[in-house]
C-alpha cells in the first residue's frame, strides 16, 4: 500500500514537471531537444593562413577575416591531403577522411589526355563512397544547404545550387542540377556571367547564399568562394590582384555574416579553404623526360607539343601543378615501372628541372592520395608541371601560382577560423590535420560521422 501510494505520488510529480516545462517554455532532455545553432561554412579557395595572420606584412585590408582571430578559434597551419587541390580537400572537409576512403582523387577523372579513358570534372556527389556531413545532418532532421561547393552535383542538400561540371560535355547529371530543381527563380536569381568569370561567379554566390538563409533557413550552409584562387594561379600568391580579390571576398563574408546573425545571433561561422598557394616562375614538361628516354614515341607528324603521340609506355599529367600523376600504359608492366623510375631520379640529380620527390603510389597513398596514379612527381618551389610532349624540359613563365605540391610543404598548409555562440575566443590550435574539421562541425551540430576517425578540434570554451 506505501509502495503504491510513493508510485502515484511520484507520477503526479513527474507529471506536474512535464507541465510545468512546457508552461515555461522549458526543454525536455529527450524527446523535446532544439535544433542546434544554425552553422556556416565558407571555403575561400586557396586562402593561405598568413594572409589573415600576418596580414599588415602583406599589405592586406581584410578586417572582417582578421575579426575571427581574436573573436573565434583559429589554426596556424592546416594540413591538406594529396594532392593539394580542390575537390579531394572539399571533400575531406565534409567526410573526415582522406581521398583514399572518399574516393575523390583529384579535380578530374585524371588519365592521360592521350588515352580513350573518360576525362570529366569530377564533380558529381555520387562519386564519394563515405558519409558526408550533409547525410549525417539530414538524418538529424536538419536542413542543409550548398552554393557551389565542389562535388556537389546530386548531393542530397535540401537547397542546393552546385558548381556544374561545365568541362564535361559528354556527362550528364542522373537528375536535376539544382535542388529543388527551380531555386533559382524561387530566389529570384538569374545569373547572367560566364563561367570564366570568377570575380562576378563570387558575387553570385554570395547573394545565392544570403537569399537562401533569408527564405530558408538552413541549419547548415557551405559556401564555396574561389576568386582568390583564380587570381593567385594567374599573378601569384600575394600579387597585387590576388589581394585586391581577398579583400573583396572579405567583404562578402562580411555581408553573409551580417545576413546570418540578423537571422539567428547564435550562429556559428567557420572559414576553411582547400590549400594554400606557391608562387612559381618555371614549368616542367616531365613527358619530354620520359619521350628522350623513349618512353614516350613522337607522332613524325605531330605539329604541337601537345599532339597525341604515336605511342607510349608511361606518361605524365599536369595542368601547371605542384605535383605531376604519372600513368603507365599497362599498368601491371613493373619493368616499365622500373625504367620511369630511374629514369626520373636521373633527372632529379639535374637541379634545373626543379623536381623535389619522386614518389611511388605507395608513397602517395600514405599521404592519403587516391591509388589512380603509378607514380609522381613533386616540384620545387617556383615549379609547377606542364603535360606537354616535345620541347625544352624546363621554361620560364610569367610570375604565377600553383598547388597541388606535397602537403609537407608549409605554403601549401591552409586555413580554419571559427567563432559564434559556444566557440572559444582568441584560441590557437597551431597546426591542424584537415581530417579534423568534419568531425568538429559534426560535433557542433549534434550529428555523428563514424567514418571520421580523429577527435574533434577543441573549438568550445
Known sequence: MLINALHKAQARLYTWLILAACLLGGVLPVSAQTSPAPLIIISLDGLRP????????????????????AG??????????????????????????????????????????????????????????TETIFQAANKAGLKTAGVYWPATVGAPLNYNIPEYPIDASDMSPAGPVYSPGDILSKL?????FDNDDITARDAFSTEASIRILRAYKPDLLVIHLTDL???????????????????????????????????????????????????????????????????????????????KPK?????????????????????????????????????????????????????????????????????????????????????????????????????IRTSFFIEGEGIAKGRNLHIIDIRQEAPTFANLLNVQLPAAKLAPLNVKP
Open 229 to 307: 584562387d583564380h587570381q593567385e594561379h594567374i599573378h601569384g600568391p600575394f600579387s597585387i590582384e590576388a589581394n585586391v580579390s581577398l579583400e573583396v571576398t572579405d567583404g562578402q563574408v562580411k555581408e553573409i555574416q551580417q545576413a546570418a546573425l540578423a537571422i539567428n545571433p547564435a550562429t556559428r561561422i567557420s572559414i576553411v579553404s582547400d590549400h594554400g598557394f606557391v608562387a612559381i616562375n618555371h614549368a616542367v614538361s616531365v613527358n619530354a623526360i620520359l619521350a628522350k628516354a623513349g618512353l614516350i614515341e613522337i607522332n613524325p607528324a605531330a605539329k604541337s607539343p601537345n599532339s
Open 50 to 69: 598568413d594572409a589573415v595572420l600576418h596580414a599588415d606584412e602583406h599589405g592586406l585590408k581584410v578586417p572582417t577575416l582578421r575579426a575571427f582571430v
Open 311 to 411: 605511342d607510349w609506355t608511361a606518361m605524365c599529367m599536369s595542368e601547371l601543378s605542384g605535383i605531376c600523376g604519372g600513368f603507365l600504359k599497362h599498368p601491371s608492366d613493373k619493368a616499365a615501372l622500373a625504367k620511369v623510375m630511374d629514369v626520373l631520379e636521373e633527372a632529379k640529380e639535374n637541379a634545373e628541372y626543379g623536381i623535389d620527390q619522386i614518389l611511388t603510389r605507395e608513397d602517395m597513398m600514405r599521404m592519403g592520395g587516391g591509388p589512380n596514379t603509378d607514380f609522381g612527381v613533386a616540384f620545387s618551389d617556383g615549379y609547377a608541371g606542364v603535360t606537354t610532349l616535345t620541347g625544352p624540359v624546363v621554361v620560364a613563365i610569367p610570375p604565377g601560382g600553383a598547388h597541388g605540391h606535397v602537403p609537407t610543404n608549409p605554403q
Open 188 to 192: 529570384n536569381l538569374h545569373p547572367t
Open 72 to 129: 573565434g578559434t583559429y589554426a596556424e597551419g592546416v594540413i591538406t591531403a594529396i594532392p593539394s587541390d580542390t575537390f579531394p580537400n572539399h571533400t575531406t572537409i565534409i567526410t573526415g577522411v582522406w581521398p583514399i576512403e572518399h574516393g575523390i582523387y583529384g579535380n578530374s577523372m585524371a588519365f592521360p589526355q592521350f588515352t580513350s579513358r573518360t576525362w570529366y570534372v569530377q564533380d558529381f556527389f555520387k562519386d564519394i563512397k
